[in-house]
């Protein structure tokens, strides 16, 4: 399995409400990462967990909150969010103890296309 | 702090011809490049490297890039494009030192390519 899968592709939520991001790996890698990607713009980084210990944490708003239950999962939990938050929202991973995001490939999921009313 | 640049929003080429997305970089050190690719509403798909070694890489799709340091690019090229490599182009650099240094990417390239 060389996939990154992400549910749901679609979400639409609004400001009050409380959604979840979910994502998920098999390839046995030890790094993941939240993007968000807002159109014809590059993909900005938000977190990175390593080894399910949050290590980078791009000072994103604390209406987005990560979690890494265990090794394959990653979830982006989201509440009270506005509006400027739609955007794709990309999961990636990697291999590597250390390294995250070095010589390491980021592999990444097809994205979670959120809007907010 | 380190950037990455790619000059061009769009590239337009005809199928059969051969193409070049450019990719500019500032570092602070010996880089590692990367080229990936992005189709609509898709996630990034990693395209090829450069770390060490000869500086023609060879990549997925027939692509490859040519790393330059003097003139610190990295500019991706496939001899003869095709229809279906229309697509969003992301350059990116990363700093190899430290434990969580981050992956910066370019703006993007557009490329069409057209019959």
């Known amino acids: 399995d060389t996939e990154v899968t992400q549910t749901p592709k679609h979400l639409v939520m609004g400001m009050t409400n409380k959604k979840s991001l979910k994502c998920e790996q098999h390839m046995g890698h030890r790094a993941m990462y939240w993007y968000k990607q807002k159109a014809k713009k590059p993909p900005e980084l938000m977190f990175v967990?390593?080894?399910?210990?949050?290590?980078i944490n791009e000072s994103v708003p604390s209406r987005f909150s990560p979690e890494c239950p265990n090794s394959s999962l990653l979830n982006l939990h989201l509440h009270a969010l506005q509006p400027e938050d739609s955007a794709l929202y990309l999961c990636?991973?990697?291999?590597?103890?250390?390294?995250?995001?070095?010589?390491?490939?980021?592999?990444f999921g097809a994205g979670s296309r959120l809007t907010v009313l | 702090a380190q950037s990455v640049a790619q000059p061009e929003d769009q590239v337009n080429v005809a199928e059969g011809n051969p193409l070049t997305v450019k990719c500019t970089y500032s570092?602070?050190?010996?880089?590692?490049l990367f080229w990936y690719v992005q189709y609509p509403n898709r996630g990034l798909q990693f395209l090829l490297k450069y770390i060490t070694g000869d500086n023609l890489v060879k990549g997925s799709y027939g692509f490859e890039a040519e790393f330059n340091k003097s003139q610190t690019s990295f500019h991706l090229k496939k001899p003869s494009a095709l229809v279906s490599d229309s697509a969003l182009y992301f350059c990116a650099v990363r700093a190899p030192t430290g434990t969580a240094s981050k992956l910066t990417f370019g703006t993007g390239t557009r490329l069409q390519v057209t019959l």
């Open positions: 990636a991973s990697s291999q590597g103890p250390r390294d995250y995001s070095g010589a390491n490939v980021l592999t």
């Open positions: 967990y390593s080894y399910e210990k949050l290590s």
């Open positions: 570092v602070s050190g010996n880089p590692y």
